[in-house]
């Protein structure tokens, strides 16, 4: 399940991710469970718009594209069944699930957690949360996403990575991304917060699952064999093979 902000490129990598996998020789499937979206550049298996469409809902109900997509999400959940009947989870390798554009809508409302339930007994799942790198301003901000990768992992309860997106458009290679330089960044702060933040990176990085965060880019096809392998150890109880 690909999930993250507005805009961060969920529907973009889950159609570049799934032809990397076709490539790669894997079957694939793709899902969209956005029921805001328009244009999607992606076959979908099973597209949710069939059963509800935030657009109509919108016109229908007079509502606005917020409460549109709330409403929508409700009857996502009560649907819920039939909607994973129809994702057919068990035809192909992968099934890449691309979800509504606001990423609160689907891990903190029930949606998200109600997926996760419904698809975690029959096959294996993750979640790919996805950053924008254009929303990075330094190395401390990899505890901000850590954070919340752990977040969405308590949400969904399902194993859960972190990948940076838009790499091609952002340098980032000064962000090594350990712990040891978050924390050199973070003790140059000098706000009350630092202290937390310094014993929150220590917490975080001693129970995470895999210490590196990826740094892809979905649009020009960059890293995504690392975010398989990301994917991959996800599963392991092993936790980061680097
Ligand atoms: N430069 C760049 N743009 C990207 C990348 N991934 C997505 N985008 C662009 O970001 C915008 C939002 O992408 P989209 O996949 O629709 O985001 P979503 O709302 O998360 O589904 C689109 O204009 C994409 O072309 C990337 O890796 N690099
Ligand atoms: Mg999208």
């Excluded at 035809?91 to 990423?103: A, E, I, N, S």
């Excluded at 997926?115 to 990899?142: F, H, M, P, Q, W």
């Excluded at 992992?153 to 859960?160: D, S, V, Y």
Aim: aromatic letters at 6%.
């Amino acid at each position: 399940m690909f999930v993250g902000t507005a805009g961060c490129g969920k529907t973009t990598l889950v159609k570049t991710f799934g032809d990397w996998l076709e490539d790669v020789g894997f079957r694939v499937s793709r899902v969209n469970l956005d029921p805001g979206v328009e244009v999607l550049p992606y076959e979908a298996a099973f597209d949710v718009r069939e059963i509800v469409k935030a657009s109509d809902l919108m016109r229908e109900m007079g509502l606005g594209p917020n409460g549109a997509m709330i409403v929508a999400s409700k009857i996502m959940e009560e649907r819920m069944e039939e909607i994973v009947k129809r994702m057919a989870i068990n035809d192909v390798d992968y099934v890449l699930v691309d979800t509504p554009g606001q990423m609160e809508l689907f891990v903190f409302r029930g949606l998200g957690p109600s997926l996760s339930n419904a698809i975690k007994g029959v096959r294996r799942a993750v979640a790919v949360y996805i950053v924008d790198a254009e929303t990075i301003r330094d190395a401390s901000e990899l505890l901000v996403i850590k954070l919340l990768s752990l977040i969405i992992e308590l949400r969904l309860e399902i194993p859960t990575v972190a990948v940076i997106n838009k790499g091609d458009v952002v340098n980032l290679s000064e962000l090594a991304l350990k712990a040891d330089e978050v924390k050199k960044k973070l003790s140059s702060r000098t706000d009350v917060l630092s202290d937390l933040a310094l014993e929150l990176t220590d917490l975080v990085f001693r129970y995470e699952r895999a210490s590196r965060v990826v740094v892809i880019s979905a649009l020009k096809r960059i890293g995504l064999d690392r975010l398989y392998d990301l994917i991959h150890e996800s599963f392991c109880v092993c936790g980061d093979l680097t």
